[in-house]
């Protein structure tokens, strides 16, 4: 018996679970954060030195969207079939304090993921949340920017 498409995408439509090799791998992707963090404030301090080196609220709402924005990209280019990304910047003035950040997510161990960087300069404390959330029916349409800015 021949497998049409209509029988493809049925198979398609109904998985319940991501393959092996069609899951996030946060870990790796972690790795990729900090890479992207390090090039993107060498950059930064190179070209806008006055940002990096003292705190000023007024630049830090654009800077994190701009970080969360590229590291949505970075996550979509990894294309997953069927997982839906959020990613969370949070930016602080760098006073030798203690901050203790915290998120409850109500999802499949199994299917979803979350993995985090934090990045540390002079006057900043930069902390990148990225979640991978798996959809389990193909056909439900998500109408949202995909990012959550703080």
């Known amino acids: 018996m021949k497998r ?62 701009d970080i969360a924005e590229d590291i949505k990209q970075k996550l979509k280019q990894l294309n997953l079939p069927r997982y839906k990304y959020i990613v969370q910047v949070t930016i602080g003035e760098q006073k030798g304090q203690g901050v203790r950040v915290g998120s409850k997510c109500f999802w499949d161990f199994d299917t979803d993921y979350c993995t985090f960087e934090t990045y540390l300069t002079d006057s900043l404390f930069v902390l990148v949340t990225a979640y991978a959330v798996y959809l389990y029916w193909s056909n439900i349409r998500v109408e949202s920017t995909d990012i959550l800015y703080c």
């Open 4 to 65: 049409g498409k209509e029988s493809a995408a049925t198979d398609q439509q109904f998985q319940i679970k991501p393959k092996r090799k069609e899951k996030f791998k946060p870990g790796e992707f972690k790795k990729t954060i900090k890479e992207y963090l390090t090039e993107k404030f060498k950059t930064m301090e190179e070209k806008y030195k006055a940002l990096i080196q003292t705190y000023q609220p007024e630049n830090i709402q654009n800077l994190s969207k």
